[in-house]
């Protein structure tokens, strides 16, 4: 490409039109969308869990391949090696995922410290590989009074930190102690309703992301840098 006089900071070899093809028409996944779900609570009636049980049936009924993470063992986040075996089950669900479904319950105003201890968890970058960068994210929280929005809202923030695609629908589920049978089976009420409209959403946008994830998020500055100096960025020692 010809060099732009107009556009004197721009690398020219770096930069690409859209590739129509790539974005539009890319070739068809036909397995089932593979969706993680984690919830915030260690309770033995943990509504952020039964909340989860429900989207998962709801999205096994909607075509998809569910797996749900068990938190019970998992070590604060730099609490214990990387190689701990939850942390390893954590990390290896997290790859397999297309999607992911996140439920917490909202404590003290905020998210639970075992949501954000899982989220933690998760690298920006494993093994050259972002392990959730362009994949598709639902958030939902319970709540033990009034609804609220506090959960939901940072799990997005942590999301768009995680470069998820995160989808525009949410659930919140108010005094969630109300809205669950003895025997864990949601009550069928607006709350379910919005449950299954969240799921529903996030099936189609895995369906129109996943086969153009890569393209989606493929970036100039990116293929700007040097193999190595990208490696060193994103790998580079947390703090």
Known sequence: MKSDRSLPALDASSFQEVDRDALLSPPLSD????????????????YSRLANEEAARILQKLGCETRA????????????????P?????????????????????????????????????????????????K??????????SQSFNAVNQLRILGRWMRL????????????????????????????????????????????????ADYLVDRYSERKESPEKLSRRVNQQRI
């Open 86 to 134: 939850k942390v390893q089950e954590l990390r290896d669900l997290v790859m397999w995922s297309e999607g992911m479904v996140w439920c917490s319950p909202e404590r003290h105003g905020a998210m639970s410290g075992l949501m954000k201890t899982q989220i933690d968890w998760i690298p920006l970058s494993l093994g050259g590989v972002r392990p959730t960068q362009g």
């Open 31 to 46: 397995h089932k969308p593979r969706i993680l779900l984690l919830h915030g609570s260690l309770r033995e009636r943990s």
């Open 69 to 84: 993470f068990d938190p019970a063992g998992l070590p604060l986040a730099d609490g214990a090696d990387e190689s701990h």
């Open 165 to 212: 695609i995160t989808i525009p629908n949410q659930s919140s589920v108010a005094k969630a102690f109300l809205e669950f049978e003895d025997d864990g089976r949601m009550k069928p009420s607006p709350y379910y309703d919005r449950i299954v409209d969240v799921m529903e959403e996030l099936v189609k946008f895995i369906l129109l992301t996943r086969d153009r």
């Open 136 to 145: 598709t994210l639902a958030v939902m929280q319970v709540c033990g009074g």
